[in-house]
């Protein structure tokens, strides 16, 4: 046999190029409304003040997650010049989301992940971001203000679901860091912040299809996304490790990364140790390791930290990390480690992680840090854990599965 045998035996068709017909329409959305959502309560937020921005988000309209973004004016309350330290987001620690007063999400060291994950994807995003976020580096002049704004990044908004407010009444609430100076070099306060936001109406028949769906059919609106859960442990020695419980049905993977002990929570992903290659490092969940055998160099760190992020495929084919030669073992250090079963080429989850329900515990161990107060000495780790999430509204209300 031959490659023209199997070339004739394929199936053969029409590219796109050669067909010629009418494109789909979309004529059962009847409008789309940029709104804005103000926060409830105080009208000035900062660090030694009211730290707690909510948001509530209703009506019969149907959420855009990709078009949710924080607006705010950074105001320098000093006569000296402000220099930022990170892009907006670093000014939140935390982030918790609700669905029909049901806790779905809570994200600890919000911006520190805000910032983690971007470095996991294209240097052009981060460029673009600064635009509008602003920029390490970045300058605000003696009592003078800045409007900022980032998209809002968690589980459930970055997934391409629309999300129908009728039923889950969603919420959000972000908090300030507790230290003005990871965002900034000067005392700065939040106001004017509202959230920017793209609501959808349906044509009259869908929608009723949606409530007869739910209401006499008692079927359920399934949200599939990514949940995140992150801690963080001081590192005091050299062989450290840390042991986690975490249950959930599918982990899907696990990001580990450290900060220097004069370094800023934001945007501190220092490499843990002194000399190069000199850092190992192996997660044990149950009775299995990822990967077998600990990793010994940054050849194996960089691979791993590919499968874990989604771009193992090809460099060629996907969007590369945004992390240079020379800084992924200085400054911009994170190891990566996948549980998936299978690796997802296209992005979307395959539900293949790992179960760790039956009390597993997650014992992270490394080996060659540099503890210290000293140079580029690390003080604290961090572990960010990301795991399949289902959000089941119906009209009992909404739960949330992990």
């Known amino acids: 046999m031959s490659l023209e045998t199997y070339a004739a035996a394929s199936e053969s068709q029409l590219t796109q190029q050669f067909i010629h017909r009418t494109p789909s329409k979309v004529d059962w959305c009847m409008d789309r409304r940029q709104a804005r959502i103000y926060p409830s309560g105080s009208a000035v937020y900062s660090s030694t003040g009211t730290k707690l921005l909510k948001f509530n988000i209703s009506g019969d309209a149907w959420l855009d997650p990709y078009s949710v973004h924080l607006v705010g004016t950074w105001r320098n309350k000093t006569g000296t010049d402000m220099t930022l330290v990170n892009s907006a987001y670093s000014a939140f620690q ?162 580990l990364s450290f900060r220097k002990h004069d370094g800023k929570k934001s945007n501190s992903l220092q490499y843990p140790s002194t000399n190069a290659d000199a850092f190992q490092a192996q997660v044990q969940i149950g009775a299995k390791n990822f990967p077998d055998s600990k990793i010994t160099s940054t050849a194996e760190f960089w691979p791993r930290l590919m499968a874990a992020c989604g771009n193992h495929t090809s460099v060629l084919a996907t969007s590369a990390i945004d992390v240079s030669n020379g800084a992924y073992t200085g400054a911009e250090f994170i190891a990566g480690f996948s549980c998936e079963k299978v690796l997802s080429e296209s992005g979307e989850t395959n539900m293949s992680g790992l179960n760790t329900k039956s009390g597993d515990l997650i014992t992270v161990r490394t080996f060659g840090v540099t503890a210290g107060t000293t140079g580029n000495q690390v003080a604290e780790g961090f572990v960010c854990i990301v795991h399949d999430s289902i959000l089941a509204i119906s009209d009992e209300g909404c739960r949330i599965f992990t």
């Not at 911006?111 to 605000?140: C, F, V, W």
């Not at 306060?189 to 299809?209: E, G, I, K, P, V």
């Open 94 to 255: 935390r982030c918790v989301v609700r669905c029909g007063g049901v806790q779905i999400e809570d994200i600890q060291n919000y911006g520190r992940n805000y910032y983690m994950l971007n470095k996991l994807g294209p240097k052009a995003h981060m460029d673009d971001l600064s635009i509008t976020a602003g920029a390490p580096g970045e300058t605000i002049a003696a009592n003078s203000s800045k409007v900022m704004s980032f998209p809002m990044w968690t589980g459930l908004l970055s997934q391409h679901k629309a999300i129908p407010l009728k039923y889950t009444q969603l919420t959000l609430e972000l908090e300030l860091t507790d230290s003005s100076d990871e965002f900034a070099t000067q005392d700065w306060d939040l106001t004017d912040c509202f959230l920017m936001c793209d609501m959808m109406t349906l044509d009259s028949t869908l929608q009723s299809a949606y409530a007869s769906h739910m209401l006499e059919e008692g079927k359920e609106l399934i949200i599939s996304f990514p949940g995140y859960q992150s801690s963080s442990y001081a590192v005091t020695s050299g062989d450290w490790q840390i042991n986690l419980a975490r249950s959930v049905t599918r982990l899907k993977s696990l990001f």
